[in-house]
């Protein structure tokens, strides 16, 4: 699987690309080559999905639908079509030609997103990972949650994940 860490105050500390049956305990991002310590303990439930962040360790992760860069061009598309059509500035076909240009572009979006499982404390991503059917989508009061359990512990970003080159 494929992982976005980031620090405990959610900065971006790189990608990395890990085996989920090898469970490495230390990795390197492969971008921005900084090191990174994974918690493999209790991380997978008993059918071998991940319940919990291997990077800070909540056990609270939502799943997230992302989508490709190209959506808000399809929707202004969308939206000026629809427009001229009703405008009258051009026939209908090429109103019609145009829509189902649309459609297709609408679809194929669909096809290429992605459901991504994140954590609610970090933010790290999991990428190409199977997700179980108990993690939902994000909600307000296991954030809110999630947040009253973190704020009694000292908020010093982990040293852990601390870029290579800070150290010189
Ligand atoms: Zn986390």
Redesign the pocket.
């Known amino acids: 699987m494929r992982v976005l860490v980031?620090q405990?105050n959610r900065r971006r500390v790189g990608m990395i690309e890990v085996d989920a049956e090898a469970k490495p305990a230390r990795t390197t991002t492969t971008d921005t080559n900084a090191e990174v310590y994974l918690d493999w303990e209790r991380a997978h439930d008993d059918s071998g999905h991940l319940r919990r962040?291997?990077?800070?360790?909540?056990e609270d992760?939502f799943r997230h639908k992302t989508f490709p860069q190209i959506t808000p061009f399809v929707i202004v598309l969308a939206f000026a079509l629809s427009l001229i059509g009703v405008l009258g500035f051009v026939t209908d076909v090429a109103i019609l030609i145009g829509m189902t240009g649309v459609l297709l572009l609408d679809i194929a979006i669909l096809f290429f997103a992605r459901t991504r499982l994140l954590?609610?404390?970090?933010?790290?991503q999991y990428r190409d990972v199977e997700i179980a059917d108990y993690h939902h989508h994000w909600d307000r009061s296991t954030e809110a949650r999630s947040r009253r359990e973190r704020e009694p512990r000292p908020t010093e970003p982990s040293g852990r994940h601390r870029n290579r080159d800070e150290f010189r």
Not at 119 to 124: G, I
């Open positions: 980031r405990l962040c291997i990077v800070c360790g909540s992760l954590c609610y404390r970090c933010r790290s």
